[in-house]
């Protein structure tokens, strides 16, 4: 079987250490408390700077859930 592991990462410490124990890549993220949100450019470039596996940053621009989203736009 062919997997790959993602783990997401809120610290450029947790990102090293998910790399050391065998990550594949990682998604970069923000605000656990909101769910996630997009990482600031500084952690994206010292994500980069530090670690040699694929790095996905989310591109959300807010928390909450995604329906109440939604239910913004009305």
Sequence with gaps: MN???EVIGFNIESCILAQATGAHRIELCDN??????TPSYGFIKAARENLHIELYPI??????DFFTAMLNLK
């Design 59 to 64: 591109i959300r621009p807010r928390g909450g």
């Design 3 to 5: 997997f790959k592991l």
């Design 32 to 37: 656990p408390g909101e769910g996630g949100t």
